[in-house]
């Protein structure tokens, strides 16, 4: 279990009991704190268990994890290139004087 598991469920569980705290005693800032801090904790935990599975996945296939991590990297360069690309407008550039190279 990876930590960021352990300290999802812990807020999760924290939350919960200050929803019902919030509910018993009928303060609705509370209840609604409790609930934030009950959706925080179930975000972390799942954070910790992709985290987990990323970790053993890459721990069994490197040569995978390696490929894909190469594609995921020249397509932000293939994005980057472009977007810069097109940013750029040649049509307000002054004219050229003498050879152009």
């Known amino acids: 279990m990876d930590t960021d598991e352990i300290k999802g469920v812990t807020n999760e569980t924290i939350g919960k009991v200050q929803d019902v705290v919030g509910s018993v005693a ?3 800032g509370v ?3 409790g ?3 009950e959706l925080g904790g179930k975000a972390q935990e799942i ?4 985290t987990d599975q990323l970790r ?3 721990t069994e296939n490197p040569l995978i994890a390696l490929a894909v991590a190469g594609l995921a990297g020249f397509l932000l360069g293939a994005l980057f290139k472009s977007a810069s690309r097109d940013s750029v ?3 307000d550039a002054p004219p050229t004087r003498g050879r152009r190279y």
Not at 47 to 50: D, N, T
Request: no cysteine.
């Open 26 to 28: 009928g303060d609705a």
């Open 31 to 33: 209840q609604l704190a």
């Open 35 to 37: 609930k934030a801090k």
């Open 47 to 50: 954070y910790g268990q992709a």
């Open 56 to 58: 053993q996945t890459t």
């Open 89 to 91: 407008d040649y049509d």
